[in-house]
């Protein structure tokens, strides 16, 4: 038993490593990089926590899952104590434990990283989701509270709906998501590649919640097909969660060129709609032997790793800053570079610059150096005078970000929106209308699946007081 | 599921569905459009709604089978069903009151001006309609289109109905008539038919709408894919048109997007024929 380990037993056990695809088979194939730990290794890796007073990792966590609770259930080798404690606190573990940036969150606070490596919470998150989804049959079934007589409609199929659902439900809520898109999962699905969250997982996670009793509708876009006055009077309370799904454009010359995609494009035609990936796929993508992505964070780095995959001879990062300041994962960077991608740093794009028959042939580039600090503490990049030059490009992917999508917002002018057209939302996801909360990127802008989900748990405990409270 | 009610043929490899579709069709307006997917792993496609029944809860979609996905939505028949329609999706047409107004549909491109020139007429427009296509098969819709237009004209290339030659033909006698000359054209059509309406009204200052179909896929924002360049900006033709001022569009950026995956799609054929690509 590992309850009979020593400090100094404990303290003497080194962070595991995760095992990978080996990094030239993996930059061909779209299989999932991270294999997982096996049992012994989670098991071990989870006899690191030292059980510290402070569980400074649960505050560092925007679900506050029981970290060490779980650890030490799988510590003990109690793997459905484990599965029971990490299903409760969080609606989609085995996403977490694949996407969420652990190192700036729970693992950045854990106290074991102040003197070596934190205790790998993320890995250990995913080995217990996982062992949870393949033996569900030895985990008792989750009791169901009666229904409350109330319904909430969820706008948005993504990480914060899912979430919000699944914890309404729970609660006895009777929750509908409405979904724009054909398929579920929303930008889990169409934004993050398989090679990094499989597709079956997101199945198992959106069947879990099913199984609470969550009605799904796809292909109904909320400010099209219905609108927010029509939920309000169908419904108790509505969470909307539509996601920041609107790509901000470049604004330059050679933009609408052949060959020139927006992230959001070229990820939903390979990861949505099978494109370069699925054999039978009708749906098409331009695979590019020099491929060229704009931007430095999570999205450019799936993108640019995508490219590799379908085949790119050269796929770049184009970032205007330095390494230090991209907003990537570190293990999003560290496989890019594994798999062969090419860091174009401290550059701009000026122009995309086109061949003979109008498709793109180089992103024309300007060279950048750090200046003062901006007021987000990055340091601002400023051109370097004449140091333009072209990079070989006939497939450009712009990924510098998204903005607010306006379809539902813009038939609902009576809820109140901040100064870059996101709801205006407080820190309970409340907006301005009684029993209408929002949550996610449609508040945010763009930011993490973890957070998105955050804001899902906060809004669905405000809006479960919002209806006890009588008010609706 | 979206049960198809019915499906006629309408010209060669031109058919009308009309769907079961309850949440769209009490909210459509005249020149929006779903997207439809008639399978699993089939690509999302952009359709206009033709019409809708409220009461009945359907929609009526003009489809022209062109290519694989297209055709596998033409075969499905009365009693069967369509896997996805999502929408309605896109701007409504601004029906404003011109009095004269020409609405002029080039081959597939008149089951998308059907909808929008039945609304113009409701609203008091006087309607003058004229329509082609390359033979008298391809010309499709008249009937329905003279129900409500003041005059009707049909041009093809062949000559074999109506007048020989194109659309534009009768709109340069139209505008040079006082007493029939539009105040508002809508022209819906292939890319060089929309672009030679509106080099036609321009010099006459003639406000002419024209209704744009970009290679598009979620239809909703998202992916920027059908973007446009209108009046030197960029433009989703999903959530800012399908219409827009057919003077400030730049037709050429339009064809050169809409070639992007010819070269794919001709080897996609040719290898579901089982031949070698050319």
């Not at chain 1, 006895?172 to 169409?190: K, N």
């Not at chain 1, 494109?275 to 098409?284: F, H, L, V």
């Amino acid at each position: 038993m590992s309850g009979e380990l020593s400090m100094k037993e404990r303290l003497a056990i080194e962070r595991v490593h995760m095992p990978e695809l080996d990094a030239a088979e993996r930059s061909r194939t779209f299989a999932e990089v991270n294999r997982g730990l096996d049992r012994e290794k989670a098991v071990r890796e989870a006899q690191r926590c030292i059980r510290c007073r402070n569980r400074d990792c649960v505050a560092g966590c925007p679900v506050g899952v029981s970290i060490p609770e779980f650890v030490g259930a799988l510590a003990d080798e109690n793997l459905p104590e484990a599965a029971r404690i990490l299903t409760r606190d969080n609606a989609l573990p085995a996403v977490c434990g694949r996407v969420c940036p652990q190192e700036s969150q729970c693992e950045a606070r854990c106290v074991r990283g102040k003197k070596g490596d934190p205790v790998a919470i993320g890995y250990l998150e995913r080995f217990v989701a996982d062992w949870a989804m393949s033996h569900v049959g030895e985990l008792s079934a989750e009791p169901l509270p009666a229904p409350i007589g109330k319904s909430v409609a969820v706008v948005g199929c993504g990480p914060a709906g899912l979430t919000a659902a699944g914890e309404l439900a729970r609660k006895g809520h009777a929750v509908t998501i409405f979904e724009a898109l054909h398929d579920t999962g929303g930008v889990l699905r169409y934004g993050i590649p398989e090679f990094r969250l499989p597709k079956t997982i997101i199945d198992a996670e959106v069947a879990r919640l099913l199984a609470l009793g969550v009605t799904m509708e796809c292909n109904v876009i909320i400010g099209k097909t219905l609108t927010l006055s029509q939920l309000q009077a169908e419904f108790d309370a509505v969470f909307i969660a539509n996601g920041a799904g609107l790509p901000t454009m470049l604004n330059i010359p050679g933009e609408n060129l052949k060959g020139v995609y927006s992230a959001n494009e070229y990820l939903t035609r390979v990861n949505l709609m099978g494109a370069g990936r699925d054999p039978g796929s009708p749906t098409p993508i331009i695979r590019g032997r020099h491929v060229a992505v704009i931007g430095g964070g999570n999205t450019a780095m799936d993108c640019v790793r995508t490219a590799r995959r379908l085949g790119a001879e050269r796929a770049m990062i184009v970032y205007r800053r330095s390494e230090a300041e991209m907003p990537a994962r570190v293990e999003e960077i560290k496989h890019a570079k594994e798999e062969g991608v090419e860091f174009v740093m401290l550059t701009a794009p000026l122009e995309v610059v086109a061949n003979w028959e109008g498709w793109s042939h180089a992103l024309r580039c300007q060279r950048m150096e750090l200046g003062a600090p901006d007021p987000s503490g990055r340091r601002t990049p400023v051109p370097v005078a004449g140091s333009e030059f072209d990079l070989p490009a006939d497939v450009v992917v712009n990924a510098v970000g998204t903005r607010a999508n306006p379809l539902l917002t813009a038939t609902a002018p009576e809820l109140a929106l901040n100064r870059w057209g996101n709801i205006a939302g407080d820190e309970n996801g409340g907006t301005n209308l009684p029993g209408v909360y929002a949550g996610g990127d449609i508040v945010r802008g763009g930011a993490t699946v973890i957070l998105a989900m955050g804001d899902g748990k906060r809004a669905a405990a405000a809006i479960h007081g919002y209806l006890g409270s009588g008010a609706a | 599921m979206y049960d198809v009610i019915s499906n006629d043929i309408l010209a060669p490899s031109l058919h009308r569905l009309v769907v079961r579709a309850p949440r769209i069709a009490p909210a459509r307006r005249a020149g929006q459009f779903v997207i439809v997917r008639a399978e699993k792993g089939d690509e999302r496609i952009p359709l206009t709604i033709g019409d809708a029944d409220p009461a009945a809860g359907t929609i009526t979609l003009f489809v022209q089978a062109i290519g694989a996905s297209t055709k596998k939505i033409v075969a499905i028949p009365a009693g069967g069903a369509i896997l996805d329609v999502a929408g309605p999706l896109g701007q409504p047409t601004h029906i404003g009151s011109w009095e004269r107004v020409a609405c002029i549909g080039g081959g597939v491109g008149t089951a998308v001006l059907y909808p929008l020139a039945k609304a113009l007429a409701e609203a008091g427009n006087r309607i003058t309609t004229i329509i082609g296509g390359r033979s008298s098969q391809y010309v499709i819709l008249a009937d329905e289109l003279a129900a409500f237009s003041g005059e009707l004209l049909v041009t093809t290339e062949d000559g074999s109905r109506g007048r020989k030659g194109f659309v534009t033909m009768e709109l340069a006698e139209l505008i040079a008539d006082p007493l029939r000359a539009p105040r508002a054209v809508f022209a819906i059509g292939p890319v060089p038919m929309m672009r030679a309406v509106a080099e036609l009204t321009r010099p006459h200052g003639i406000e002419t709408v024209v209704s744009l179909n970009p290679i598009m896929i979620d239809g909703t924002g998202m992916c920027g894919g059908c973007r446009v360049v209108v009046g030197g900006e960029s433009r989703f033709a999903c959530v800012d048109g399908p219409e827009f001022d057919g003077h400030l569009v730049d037709f050429d950026n339009l064809s050169a997007r809409l070639a992007t995956y010819r070269g794919i799609e001709a080897e996609h054929i040719c290898r579901l024929a089982g031949k070698e690509a050319a």
